[in-house]
């Protein structure tokens, strides 16, 4: 009788233990009371290192066991902690609301400038004079800003065909062909233009999202992100809005650089 007893407590109680450690495919959905995006959520499981991100309409899915701590983390949201008890576990979906994070300065520095803040008015105040342009006389005229034409190698080769029939040699042509000044100024623009998407994917998704999702410091972000751009196709997503797929380049980057 005690064997049985003691055969059934055991049976009854490693139930009870794979009850306990069942996991399971948690759904929900990230709510705010403003309009921010709530597409890129970063959902993390940190009790089983499950991680995922949430899609266009702030769904996610994501493995799960009971009593499991969940991280939710957003670029405009305070990042959220939720401990998986038994109601939230057995909950058919879960909603989760996140809050706007707001910076809030430690000091304010009030200086004696005499600027009111308003860029107009103290523009209008200061002693600058007014820049003349074409309108202002009567006078048509361009009134852009002007940029050297950097031409391909095909243009280059074309203009040299064309030379004896136009009647006259390109000196100035025939130099930047052979010095490499086209080549230099292509190689130029691309870097200024990966330079310029940095920068906007910096400020777009802020030094904390960097901070907090890939422990960087803070005078690192910018080269992080800036061979995410030239191993990834982060340009023409970003561009795009294709943020989801953005964030997923930047981890690829960071596996590929602590591997």
Do not use: C, W
């Not at 209008?124 to 006078?139: A, M, T």
């Not at 196709?233 to 690829?252: D, I």
Request: charged residues 25%; negative net charge.
């Amino acid at each position: 009788m005690k064997v049985h007893l003691t055969l059934i407590l055991l049976l009854l109680g490693g139930f009870l233990f794979s009850q306990d450690n069942q996991e399971k495919k948690i759904v929900g959905y990230i709510l705010n009371d403003n309009n921010f995006s709530i597409e890129g959520i970063h959902v993390l499981n940190n009790s089983n290192g499950e991680a995922t991100i949430t899609n266009t309409d702030g769904r996610f899915e994501i493995k799960a066991s009971l009593n499991d701590e969940i991280i939710f983390s957003g670029i405009q949201f305070t990042r959220k902690k939720i401990l998986l008890n038994k109601e939230l576990f057995d909950s058919i979906l879960l909603n989760i609301y996140l809050d706007e994070y707001v910076n809030e300065l430690d000091e304010v520095i009030v200086n004696s400038s005499g600027l009111s803040g308003n860029i107009l008015d103290d523009l209008r105040n200061s002693d600058i004079s007014k820049e003349y342009n074409f309108d202002d006389f009567g006078i048509p005229g361009f009134k852009g800003i002007r940029k050297e034409r950097i031409l391909s190698n095909k243009e280059v080769l074309t203009r040299f065909l064309l030379m004896p029939l136009t009647g006259g040699m390109d000196i100035d042509l025939i130099y930047k062909a052979f010095s490499g000044y086209y080549n230099l100024k292509r190689k130029e623009i691309k870097y200024l233009s990966e330079l310029n998407i940095t920068d906007r994917i910096i400020t777009f998704y802020g030094k904390k999202y960097f901070i907090d999702e890939f422990n960087l410091e803070e005078n690192t972000i910018h080269d992080f992100v800036s061979s995410a751009v030239q191993n990834y196709p982060l340009n023409e997503n970003f561009k795009a809005g294709n943020h989801s797929l953005v964030l997923e380049y930047l981890k690829k980057n960071f596996k590929r650089l602590n591997n």
